[in-house]
């Protein structure tokens, strides 16, 4: 027709199926994120370990003489346990603000008024952080554990430790979840995602510190339970077959690990809500 | 409504430095004493006094043996253990992380700032007041806890509390000047980084435990160099960091570490409030 | 025509902005704005994200000029706190210390100012009379209502009893009572001797407070002085003219008569007319009625001749 309608049009295209929205907030977060370039040094920084390790396994390799340099599997468990300070700086920096940022302008309202469940939500946040985890901790565990084979021009050392695939992806997904649902449970607790960074840092210092003190005033390992880290790292020396460091039964740290995504689990379905009751 | 006011008698003159500081610091410690930091504040504190109340109960009930390497102490080691590992570690940075980045950048996430900014007072007493207001409330709150603590854990064992006395006094004060030195520090760090958090941490658990298990002049960059040097008590062995910390660890004299946590505290705020009259804070639309 | 040919003779101005630009990255926020504006009660205009509230903030020292200058009451704003005393400014922000009382707020705050602790109590009484929050000052700011916020907001911006008094977007929030009732404060102290700077969106409250207005958009200034004066040099747009009267047909033969006349219609009993040179029209308009040739004229009025019209005209 000549005259065409200027007013609003309804969308006639294709949609996506429902469930598929926590990809949507999960993209545009990590764009987000990215844009920035602070952030982008950052996570620069937290793979200098991943070359210095590379360089070692090379030189390893390749000349007899550095063969003490050789990785074996505590060369990954420590690497990943080195990576634990950027997952920790990497969860405050990012993880600080997911959901609080959204109470503090009342974005969670507009949310979950849209055909999005509460879990999508959260899954959406959740995979942000979860994502630049997995690119300091697996990923890069992994490439390392593809680069000794490459250099080393074998298979021998793949062969002998088997399970290395496993023990590095599930201790990897324990440090990622670990960090990541308490993050977002702390994250939902406040709109000042300052306060939530300091909570998250208070608790996994406050808990290491006072374990400190138990432990040089009673000599005894079978409490570190209590510390968030030290749990994280009994179960990093089982996972990859060592000795445990602690006395602790691994079972009671793994409890421990559980209890922790549980409880934050339980507070994210608390106060993911789109209106706050007033009782 | 009623008609516009007759003209208010306009002030002699306006507010002094000190005298705006005061008037600030009385405008914010209300409002930090009773805000939800509080909670985060009341925890930490109260954490050790219930830690040693456990142990001193465990101790009366014959069921715990408190034992350093193996052989059994008396309280004043534990209560050493405590400022050591509790309160100089990790209580005196966290609350300096924790209020001094937030003095400003709280101001302005809120957008109460403006009101503040626009008052006929230096930006740098707005400041100053503020910090005050974070000396006094932490000083209020931790100070007792250790009193509390040092009076449950001393007398475990024999513990002279009259023999031990002036080591409380003296870790009360070197407490009290790390809390004023590590506010100021991140007072600095939060008027003028954009981060101040992350930076904060970064230095309070990066840096400084990294720095002193290393000789060298390196150490001098760091807070917790001098404080622990005037801790009257031994430090603890709990490990490969601090066997590495205590046998490469120089201790500076009591007036070298005094005046040096001056000058890095009276150093910050000056800077401080230097960053504060030159940037401007926008404001989140 | 500028804004300070309204002011007084001897009147200084109270904001002079010379080269004035503010960007923010690479947003421009405020773009080579040049004005002075008078004493008097002023209204900047604008649509959202214009200016006005950078403007705003570059004029109570809160931001720093990119480029150019500003001063206020003749001295540069930034970093200059002496000139507080005299400057007033509510903010559009609805942020407060909301577990303090609206007393205790606005005492804390004339303490800032250099009130003793007695003086600081009983001017925070005297504004919050002013706005009607007497009754409600011992209750804690975060339990006000929208418009309550509002007017404690305004009672701090007036306690001092400054000279000037820049309000960003001071209606927001408020009920129509509440609307009307601030817009005669805000003209009662214009005539008591402030000046007053208001910003807003919402046309007919700038026009209910004030003619003499700043039109601001996308960072520049499109206009400044009398609103009607505005009008009449908005050259491009034809004015419009409403006449109510016994024979409309009569009067539209003898107004087409005349190339000034672009268009004419009809409506019950009344003939709109739009013309190019409306002085000239009003005059012929004038005799023709006294004329009795074309019956009686018993109605005239421009329904353009308002901000709303030259809002339209300037920024669309």
């Known amino acids: ?279 | 409504m009623a008609d516009p006011a007759p003209p208010a008698v306009a002030p002699p003159r306006a507010p002094s430095f000190v005298e705006a500081s005061l008037r600030v610091f009385d405008l914010t410690l209300g409002q930090m004493l009773w805000s939800r930091r509080t909670i985060f504040l009341a925890l930490v504190v109260g954490a050790p006094v219930a830690l040693a109340a456990l142990f001193k109960a465990l101790e009366a009930a014959g069921l715990a043996g408190i034992r350093v390497s193996g052989t059994r102490v008396a309280g004043p080691m534990v209560f050493g253990i405590f400022i050591w590992v509790l309160y100089l570690r990790f209580i005196i940075p966290v609350l300096g992380v924790f209020y001094g980045t937030s003095l400003i950048a709280d101001e302005v996430e809120e957008k109460t700032i403006t009101y503040l900014f626009t008052r006929p007072i230096a930006r740098a007493a707005v400041l100053g007041g503020k910090y005050l207001a974070y000396l006094v409330c932490t000083v209020l709150v931790v100070l007792p806890s250790v009193v509390l603590v040092y009076l449950l854990m001393v007398p475990i064992r024999g513990g002279g509390m009259a023999s031990s006395f002036p080591s409380l006094v003296i870790d009360l004060g070197l407490l009290g000047a790390g809390l004023a030195v590590y506010g100021a520090f991140f007072t600095l760090i939060g008027a003028w980084l954009k981060h101040p958090l992350i930076t904060g941490l970064v230095f309070a658990f990066g840096w400084e435990p990294g720095v002193l298990m290393i000789p060298g002049y390196l150490r001098k960059f760091t807070i917790a160099y001098y404080l622990q040097a005037l801790v009257p008590q031994g430090m603890p062995q709990e490990g490969v960091a601090s066997l590495l910390q205590s046998v490469f660890r120089d201790v500076p004299s009591t007036w070298v570490c005094l005046l040096s946590l001056a000058v890095i505290g009276i150093g910050s705020l000056v800077v401080a409030g230097w960053v504060v009259e030159k940037r401007e804070y926008v404001l989140e639309q | 025509m500028t804004l300070a040919a309204f002011a007084p003779a001897a009147a200084a101005p109270i904001v002079e902005a010379t080269a004035l630009s503010k960007w923010y990255g690479q947003v421009i926020g405020l773009n080579d704005v040049t004005v002075s504006v008078p004493p008097g009660v002023t209204g900047l205009l604008g649509p959202n994200g214009a200016g006005k509230s950078t403007f705003m903030r570059l004029m109570t020292g809160q931001l720093k000029p990119s480029k150019g200058s500003i001063r206020v009451l003749g001295e540069p704003i930034w970093g200059n706190p002496r000139l507080y005393f005299r400057i007033g400014f509510c903010p559009d922000q609805d942020a407060f210390y909301d577990r303090m009382t609206g007393l205790d707020w606005l005492a804390a705050l004339l303490r800032l100012n250099g009130y003793g602790e007695q003086q600081a109590g009983e001017a925070a009484r005297r504004a919050l009379e002013t706005v009607d929050l007497l009754d409600a000052s011992g209750k804690k700011i975060g339990g006000y209502s929208k418009g309550m916020r509002q007017r404690v907001k305004l009672a701090q911006a007036i306690a001092h009893d400054p000279d000037v008094l820049i309000l960003d977007e001071p209606l927001s929030g408020m009920d129509p009572i509440a609307r009307r009732r601030t817009i005669r404060l805000i003209k009662d102290w214009g005539r008591a001797g402030k000046s007053i700077l208001v910003s807003s969106h919402i046309l007919h409250e700038i026009e209910a407070m004030t003619p003499t207005i700043l039109l601001i958009h996308n960072g520049r200034i499109l206009a400044e002085g009398n609103v009607h004066q505005i009008r009449d040099l908005i050259d491009e747009h034809p004015h419009t003219v409403y006449i109510k009267g016994a024979d409309p047909r009569a009067l539209a033969r003898r107004f087409l008569a005349h190339d000034d006349v672009l268009s004419l219609k009809f409506e019950d009993g009344a003939v709109i007319v739009e013309t190019a040179r409306p002085d000239a029209f009003y005059a012929r308009l004038t005799d023709l009625a006294a004329s009795g040739e074309v019956g009686a004229v018993d109605e005239v009025t421009s329904p353009d001749d308002n901000l709303q019209a030259v809002f339209k005209y300037l920024v669309k």
Do not use: C
């Open chain 1, 1 to 279: 027709m000549p005259i065409h309608d200027q007013s609003y049009r309804r969308y006639a295209g294709a949609r996506e199926q429902l469930g598929n929205a926590w990809l949507v907030i999960a993209g545009s977060g990590i764009r987000g994120i990215i844009r920035k370039r602070r952030f982008l040094g950052l996570l620069l920084f937290a793979w200098m370990p991943f070359f210095v390790r590379a360089i070692q396994i090379y030189l390893a390799a390749n000349f007899p003489t550095m063969s003490m340099l050789a990785a074996t599997a505590e060369t990954f468990r420590e690497f990943l346990e080195q990576q634990g300070l950027f997952v920790f700086l990497i969860t405050v920096w990012v993880g600080a603000g997911l959901i609080a940022n959204d109470k503090r302008v009342n974005a969670l309202q507009i949310y979950l008024s849209k055909p999005l469940t509460r879990i999508e939500y959260v899954a959406g946040k959740l995979a942000i952080l979860a994502v630049f985890l997995l690119l300091v901790t697996w990923v890069p565990a992994m490439l390392l554990l593809l680069l000794q084979m490459l250099f080393a021009g074998s298979f021998a050392f793949v062969r002998a430790n088997l399970f290395l695939f496993p023990a590095i992806t599930v201790f990897s997904l324990l440090q990622v979840l670990l960090a990541s649902f308490t993050m977002l449970a702390l994250s939902s607790l406040t709109k000042s995602s300052r306060y939530v960074g300091i909570l998250y840092a208070g608790a996994v210092f406050f808990t290491d510190a006072v374990y400190g003190v138990v432990y040089s005033v009673t000599d005894n390992s079978s409490l570190s339970w209590m510390s968030f880290p030290a749990n994280l790292r009994q179960l990093g020396d089982v996972v990859f077959r060592l000795r445990p460091r602690y006395e602790t039964p691994w079972i009671v740290s793994l409890m421990v690990v559980a209890a922790l995504i549980g409880v934050s689990m339980l507070v994210l379905e608390r106060r993911v809500r789109g209106v706050e009751v007033v009782a």
